[in-house]
Structures are given as C-alpha cells and as structure tokens.
C-alpha cells in the first residue's frame, strides 16, 4: 500500500475518533405532563450548566448552577428583553453567559436573581423541587412558561 493511501486511511480514522463518530448523542428528553426535568444536584458547581428538555415539541433549555454555600441557581436561557430573536439565548463563556443577540453578559451569581431587564428569565426556588440529589422542573411549570421560547433559536426556522 502506497505511503499517501496509509496517511488518508489514518487521517479518516482519527477525524472520526475526534468527532465522536460511532458515540451515540444523548437525546433531548421529551417532557408529558405529569413528568419532570430532572437535573442531578452533583453536576451542579460554580460553572454554569445548560439543561435542554422539548416540552409539548418545543425546544427549551435551563441555566443552572450551584454557588458553593450551596444555593441553586437557576433561570431559563433566554433574554428577558431580546426575547422574540432568535438568537436571544446565553452560551456559557467562563463564568459568564453571554447574550447571544445583544452581548450582555451575567456571571453566575447573577443567574436567577436579576429580573426585568436585559438578562435570563429568572426560575425562583418557588417555580423548582429541590429534593436534595435532585433539582426537578415540572412539565405544568414548564409548558406554562413556553411562550419565552416560541421564536427561540430553532423553534423559529
């Protein structure tokens, strides 16, 4: 086998290594009402973690993080004034979410607690079930906030 024909055999083997080729994606859980969005409490730190969930077949997704007190934090991730772009969603930089539509940016400390102005919608401890290993979000609670994301990244195509 010619040297050039070995490299390309190589090459394809390992851009489908690294791009996770033959690795099943983890699927986004369809919530029906009577269930709920459960987030594990031990994946829960100081960084801020994305949850997506589809409720009644729209796409939704949840910010949550842990301070290291151990307040939850959570809020949904979508801009409370971009809200109607679809790019009016936060993607987690550092510590930080960044508003993909207008730049703001929030740190973690942030997250859940501000309201009414240019940042995620908060989700109050009120709105969740902390139940010690697990942080739930009930399909009633979720499919009646739905409205945040009907013209949210791809549910608006």
């Not at 109607?84 to 973690?108: I, L, M, P, T, W």
Request: glycine residues 8%; negative net charge.
């Amino acid at each position: 086998m010619k040297k050039a024909a070995i490299f390309w055999i190589l090459t394809a083997f390992l851009l489908a290594a690294l791009s996770g080729c033959g690795q099943k994606a983890a699927e986004t859980p369809q919530l029906e009402e009577g269930s709920y969005l459960e987030i594990p409490s031990t994946e829960l730190n100081e960084k801020i973690q994305v949850y997506t969930v589809r409720v009644d077949g729209l796409t939704m997704e949840v910010l949550a993080a842990k301070d290291a007190d151990g307040t939850v934090r959570t809020a949904f991730n979508t801009c409370q004034v971009c809200n109607g772009s679809r790019k009016a969603y936060f993607e987690v930089n550092g510590d930080q979410v960044v508003c993909q539509n207008c730049g703001n940016r929030f740190g973690r400390k942030d997250v859940g607690v501000l309201s009414g102005g240019c940042n995620p919608y908060p989700i109050s401890a009120e709105d969740r079930q902390d139940e010690g290993d697990t942080v739930r979000l009930s399909y009633k609670f979720l499919s009646g906030s739905a409205s945040l994301f009907t013209r949210w990244k791809e549910n608006n195509q």
